[in-house]
C-alpha cells in the first residue's frame, strides 16, 4: 500500500485529503503543517509519497521539497499540491526534485491517481499542462538552433538526443519505445543514462532542462 505524508499549513486542507487517500485505499503516515516539520516527518514514518504545499511557515514547500529529495537513499518522491497562482513555485520546486504537480481543484479520483503515478517512478506531467506552466514561467537560456552545443547537453548522444525530445513533449517509455522501434526497457535504460549524465534526479527536472537551454519551445511540443 502506498504510504504517504500530507504537508500543509491548513487544517481543513488537510483533513480533506487525508479523507480522500484513505478513500482511495492509500496509508497516511503523517502531516505537517510546515515545511520544517515535513522534513523531520519525512526523515521519521519514510513515506512513498509526500503530497506537499508549497506556501508555508518556517519552511517553504520548496526548501522542504529540496531537502526531502536530497535524502540518499530514502524513495521518498514529492508531489506538489499547487494553486494557479503558484506558476513561478511550481517550477522552483520541479527544479528542487518534486516529481510533478496536482492543482488543489483536482478531483478525488485524480489526486489518488496522481500519488500512485508518483508511487510508481513516473513524472506526473501532462503536457498541456507543463507547456503552460513553463512558458509562462521560464525564458530559455539561448535559441534552440544552437541548444545541444550547452555544455549541459554535449555529452548526449544522438538517440539520447531522440529520447530527450520525447521525454520533453510528455512520452512515456512504452510511447518513446514505439515511436523510436526500441523495448520499452531500452527507452527506460536510455531516459535514466540520460538524467545521471544530466544530473537530473526525475524526468520533471529534464523536462525544464529541455526547456531552459531552450532545446524546446513550447510550440514544438503537442498538447
Known amino acids: 500500500m502506498t504510504r504517504v505524508l500530507i504537508v500543509d499549513d491548513q487544517p481543513l486542507i488537510r483533513q480533506a485529503v487525508r479523507d480522500i487517500l484513505a478513500d482511495g485505499g492509500l496509508q497516511v503516515v503523517g502531516e505537517a503543517a510546515n515545511g520544517r516539520s515535513a522534513v523531520v516527518a519525512a526523515r521519521e514514518t519514510l513515506p512513498d509519497v509526500v503530497l506537499m504545499d508549497i506556501r508555508m511557515p518556517e519552511l517553504d514547500g520548496i526548501a522542504a521539497t529540496a531537502e526531502i529529495c536530497a535524502e540518499q537513499g530514502s524513495g521518498t518522491r514529492v508531489l506538489i499540491l499547487t494553486t494557479f497562482e503558484e506558476d513561478e513555485y511550481v517550477v522552483a520546486a520541479l527544479r528542487a526534485g518534486a516529481s510533478g504537480f496536482i492543482g488543489k481543484g483536482a478531483e478525488p479520483e485524480e489526486i489518488v491517481e496522481a500519488v500512485r503515478t508518483i508511487h510508481r517512478g513516473e513524472a506526473l506531467l501532462s503536457p498541456a499542462a507543463t507547456r503552460a506552466l513553463?512558458?509562462?514561467?521560464?525564458?530559455?537560456?539561448?535559441?534552440?538552433?544552437?541548444?545541444?552545443?550547452?555544455?549541459?547537453?554535449?555529452?548526449?548522444?544522438?538517440?539520447?538526443?531522440?529520447?530527450?525530445?520525447?521525454?520533453?513533449?510528455?512520452?512515456?517509455?512504452?510511447?518513446?519505445?514505439?515511436?523510436?522501434?526500441?523495448?520499452?526497457?531500452?527507452?527506460?535504460?536510455?531516459?535514466?543514462?540520460?538524467?545521471?549524465?544530466?544530473?537530473?534526479?526525475?524526468?520533471?527536472?529534464?523536462?525544464?532542462?529541455?526547456?531552459?537551454?531552450?532545446?524546446?519551445?513550447?510550440?514544438?511540443?503537442?498538447?
Open 134 to 223: 513553463i512558458a509562462r514561467t521560464v525564458m530559455p537560456r539561448r535559441p534552440a538552433a544552437d541548444a545541444w552545443d550547452s555544455p549541459a547537453l554535449r555529452q548526449i548522444t544522438v538517440r539520447e538526443r531522440e529520447v530527450l525530445l520525447r521525454v520533453a513533449g510528455g512520452a512515456t517509455n512504452q510511447q518513446i519505445a514505439e515511436q523510436l522501434v526500441i523495448s520499452p526497457h531500452t527507452a527506460k535504460t536510455h531516459v535514466n543514462r540520460i538524467m545521471s549524465k544530466l544530473g537530473a534526479s526525475d524526468r520533471a527536472q529534464l523536462v525544464i532542462l529541455a526547456y531552459e537551454t531552450g532545446l524546446v519551445v513550447p510550440d514544438t511540443l503537442a498538447g
